[in-house]
């Protein structure tokens, strides 16, 4: 029972910092039987600096998964027996990992090595699921007891390069513990529930330093309280005996957490000064106990999450001993901004509550009727331009206007970018190619799932990368008219570089049918990769952002009766060019469904 209970908290642990999570032994490519080693084909000649070039650059994890493990940060071991050494890559050439001699690293040898020495993982995965990780956006890497049995050690943890957008969650101890974090820096949790938190510069990948928190115990309070930030983060505890004015005192950045109970009589009302922003309401229950975090930045009070209150009556979390809420990879210097997970007891019960920016939100559960969430990473399925089913979802490709599209491997793979397609028009002018997401026979996401009446929170989420900034008209859509390009009365919205419309950055457009308003959207149009996430959380309101950018906002009612799709476009301007785009990753989440 105690290994199933900190199964479920860790996971929910997990769950709250990422959207998935990556295990350090499942990337020890070389040194776990189920992970082939990388083949030399052309080694150096003499101890030195040298460049050594590899059979291929990608190997084939035990699920299936292709990956190219090579990067900067990643240490390796190279050669056999006596023969062997470790070190690390300076430099690393890999256009095409999955072609043969293309991939090759420039190090510092000692030895001299030739055809056939194998090249393996000196972290034993750890750094390269770390690298996996970050490279997804964010994500949570698993120690296990595997990990330590191939050779990993304590060093190798403190060692490796930790981004801000990757968390550790190291349950490899024999003593059922969980740690989260590494070195001193960790918080670790017993069997038994018992938290040990030291100061935790490190801890749950975010930036800055986050310690316990200093708890004040304000006794019973009515009228006027001023709570005093000089101690820094810190808790206020308290019983409301009456009516509650707040008001917040200190200087420089901090957090605090209003703790507060009904007292037996109930129905006592606590009003935030001007400072405060998005306060929630204390539940009037007598006895009612509820609690708030604000973000102070020196002059105002921030609640995180805004306008809610986590109270006693809440869906409980793990049953543990009672301790102090503490918190993981909160920035000193930007909480309002920051990554975050927060452990919160209330009568010793812990729970992850806070859901603000960068904080992950609610856990994945494969039994929640409420969530439909579907993600492309074309590591798997067919790739080529005859598949009408490819990639893990079965995407549909044609072309736009006459001439056959072309559909293969991503022109432009590497350490980030391990898997994806390239779509490709047809030379001839004005013609392209579309993909789409279909869900059987032209029926599509039905558009009441974005009416006022029936709305219901999406976010569509695109990796990609263009060929070319010119002689290009690119569309990234989830709407109706997904096979014609510029879709003048399509339902829906879509991003859009279109050089004929003489475009020289990111356009928005939202349709109900009409043309739409183009709306320049902040980021860089390049050939390099880049993320557009598209997000409705309103009826009647989307957003677009460019790699983490500021987001734009597009007001624009949509009704029902229409079939949508997510799709993707890309053709020539009316020359005779090709133009492609690089697809590595499609996400699409849909939220608040009401089934049975």
Same mark, same amino acid.
Not at 100 to 125: E, L
Not at 447 to 471: I, K, P
Not at 561 to 586: C, E, F, L, R
């Given at each position: 029972?105690?290994?199933?209970?900190?199964?479920?908290?860790?996971?929910?642990?997990?769950?709250?910092?990422?959207?998935?999570?990556?295990?350090?032994?499942?990337?020890?490519?070389?040194?776990? #039987?189920?992970?082939?080693?990388?083949?030399?084909?052309?080694?150096?000649?003499?101890?030195?600096?040298?460049?050594?070039?590899?059979?291929?650059?990608?190997?084939?994890?035990?699920?299936?998964?292709?990956?190219?493990?090579?990067?900067?940060?990643?240490? $390796?071991?190279? /050669?056999?027996?006596?023969?062997?050494?470790?070190?690390?890559?300076?430099?690393?050439? @890999?256009?095409?990992?999955?072609?043969?001699?293309?991939?090759?690293?420039?190090?510092?040898?000692?030895?001299?090595?030739?055809?056939?020495?194998?090249?393996?993982?000196?972290?034993?995965?750890?750094?390269?699921?770390?690298?996996?990780?970050?490279?997804?956006?964010?994500? %949570?890497?698993?120690?296990?007891?595997?990990?330590?049995?191939?050779?990993?050690?304590? +060093?190798?943890?403190?060692?490796?390069?930790?981004?801000?957008?990757?968390?550790?969650?190291?349950?490899?101890?024999?003593?059922?513990?969980? &740690?989260? =974090?590494?070195?001193?820096?960790?918080?670790?949790?017993?069997?038994?529930?018992?938290?040990?938190?030291?100061?935790?510069?490190?801890?749950?990948?975010?930036?800055?330093?986050?310690?316990?928190?200093?708890?004040?115990?304000? /006794?019973?309070?009515?009228?006027?309280?001023?709570?005093?930030?000089?101690? +820094?983060?810190?808790?206020?505890?308290?019983?409301?005996? =009456?009516?509650?004015?707040?008001?917040?005192?200190?200087?420089?950045?901090?957090?605090?957490?209003?703790?507060?109970?009904?007292?037996?009589?109930? /129905?006592?009302?606590?009003?935030?000064?001007?400072?405060?922003?998005?306060?929630?309401?204390?539940?009037?229950?007598?006895?009612?106990?509820?609690?708030?975090?604000?973000?102070?930045?020196?002059?105002?009070?921030?609640?995180?999450?805004?306008?809610?209150?986590?109270?006693?009556?809440?869906?409980?979390? $793990?049953?543990?001993?009672?301790?102090? #809420?503490?918190?993981? *990879?909160?920035?000193?210097?930007?909480?309002?901004?920051?990554?975050?997970? &927060?452990?919160?007891?209330?009568?010793?019960?812990?729970?992850?509550?806070?859901?603000?920016?960068?904080?992950?939100?609610?856990?994945?559960?494969?039994?929640?009727?409420?969530?439909?969430?579907?993600?492309?990473?074309?590591?798997?399925?067919?790739?080529?331009?005859?598949?009408?089913?490819?990639?893990?979802?079965?995407?549909?490709? %044609?072309?736009?206007?006459? *001439?056959?599209?072309?559909? *293969?491997?991503?022109?432009?793979?590497?350490?980030?970018?391990? @898997?994806?397609? &390239?779509?490709?028009?047809? %030379?001839?002018?004005?013609? *392209?190619?579309?993909?789409?997401?279909?869900?059987?026979?032209?029926?599509?996401?039905?558009?009441?799932?974005?009416?006022? %009446?029936?709305?219901?929170?999406?976010?569509?989420?695109?990796?990609?990368?263009?060929?070319?900034?010119?002689?290009?008209?690119?569309?990234?859509?989830?709407?109706?008219?997904?096979?014609?390009?510029?879709?003048?009365?399509?339902?829906?919205?879509?991003?859009?570089?279109?050089?004929?419309?003489?475009?020289?950055?990111?356009?928005?457009? @939202?349709?109900?049918?009409?043309?739409?308003?183009?709306?320049?959207?902040? =980021?860089?149009?390049?050939?390099?990769?880049?993320?557009?996430?598209?997000?409705?959380?309103?009826?009647?309101?989307?957003?677009?952002?460019?790699?983490? +950018?500021?987001?734009?906002?597009?007001?624009?009612?949509?009704?029902?009766?229409?079939?949508?799709?997510?799709?993707?476009?890309?053709?020539?301007?009316?020359?005779?060019?090709?133009?492609?785009?690089?697809?590595? &990753?499609?996400?699409?989440?849909?939220?608040?469904?009401?089934?049975?």
């Amino acid at each position: 029972m105690e290994n199933v209970k900190r199964l479920v908290l860790f996971l929910a642990c997990a769950a709250a910092l990422s959207a998935q999570s990556y295990t350090a032994a499942d990337y020890a490519y070389g040194t776990s #039987p189920s992970v082939p080693a990388l083949a030399v084909t052309a080694g150096n000649v003499a101890p030195g600096a040298a460049r050594v070039t590899l059979s291929y650059g990608v190997i084939s994890l035990a699920n299936g998964q292709r990956f190219a493990p090579l990067s900067t940060n990643a240490p $390796i071991i190279i /050669g056999n027996g006596a023969n062997a050494e470790t070190v690390t890559p300076s430099s690393i050439t @890999c256009p095409t990992p999955s072609a043969y001699g293309t991939c090759s690293f420039v190090a510092t040898f000692a030895n001299i090595h030739g055809n056939g020495d194998t090249v393996r993982s000196a972290t034993f995965g750890l750094q390269e699921a770390i690298n996996a990780a970050s490279a997804g956006s964010a994500g %949570a890497v698993i120690i296990t007891a595997s990990w330590l049995a191939l050779g990993g050690t304590s +060093g190798i943890i403190t060692a490796a390069t930790l981004p801000a957008n990757v968390s550790l969650f190291d349950i490899s101890a024999s003593d059922g513990s969980v &740690k989260i =974090g590494r070195g001193a820096a960790a918080l670790q949790i017993a069997q038994n529930g018992n938290l040990t938190v030291p100061s935790c510069t490190g801890c749950g990948g975010g930036s800055g330093t986050s310690t316990p928190w200093v708890q004040t115990s304000l /006794g019973t309070i009515s009228g006027a309280v001023t709570l005093n930030l000089a101690s +820094g983060n810190q808790i206020f505890t308290g019983t409301l005996g =009456g009516n509650v004015t707040l008001t917040v005192i200190g200087a420089g950045d901090a957090s605090f957490e209003l703790d507060f109970v009904q007292d037996a009589i109930g /129905g006592r009302m606590v009003t935030y000064d001007a400072s405060f922003s998005a306060g929630g309401t204390f539940d009037p229950t007598a006895s009612q106990r509820c609690m708030q975090t604000f973000n102070w930045e020196g002059t105002a009070g921030l609640a995180r999450p805004a306008n809610a209150m986590t109270c006693l009556n809440s869906t409980p979390g $793990i049953v543990i001993p009672g301790s102090p #809420p503490y918190y993981l *990879g909160l920035p000193s210097a930007s909480p309002t901004n920051g990554d975050c997970a &927060k452990w919160q007891t209330i009568g010793g019960i812990i729970t992850l509550t806070d859901a603000g920016s960068g904080c992950g939100g609610s856990g994945f559960n494969p039994f929640d009727n409420s969530t439909v969430s579907l993600v492309e990473n074309f590591c798997s399925g067919g790739s080529s331009s005859s598949n009408v089913n490819t990639g893990a979802l079965g995407w549909t490709f %044609a072309v736009l206007g006459t *001439g056959t599209p072309t559909v *293969g491997v991503a022109a432009t793979l590497d350490a980030n970018h391990i @898997c994806g397609i &390239k779509l490709a028009g047809p %030379a001839t002018t004005s013609n *392209g190619a579309y993909m789409t997401l279909l869900p059987g026979s032209g029926v599509g996401f039905p558009s009441v799932m974005w009416a006022s %009446a029936t709305f219901r929170a999406t976010t569509y989420e695109v990796q990609f990368r263009l060929s070319s900034t010119s002689n290009i008209r690119m569309e990234i859509g989830f709407g109706q008219r997904y096979n014609s390009l510029a879709p003048a009365g399509m339902v829906g919205c879509y991003l859009r570089y279109d050089t004929t419309l003489s475009d020289t950055g990111y356009m928005a457009l @939202c349709s109900n049918g009409g043309g739409g308003t183009p709306t320049s959207v902040a =980021g860089t149009v390049d050939t390099t990769p880049h993320r557009l996430r598209f997000t409705t959380t309103s009826a009647g309101t989307f957003s677009f952002s460019i790699d983490g +950018g500021t987001a734009t906002t597009i007001s624009q009612s949509i009704s029902a009766g229409t079939a949508m799709a997510p799709y993707i476009h890309i053709s020539n301007d009316g020359t005779s060019t090709t133009s492609s785009i690089d697809v590595y &990753k499609v996400a699409i989440q849909v939220q608040n469904l009401s089934v049975n």
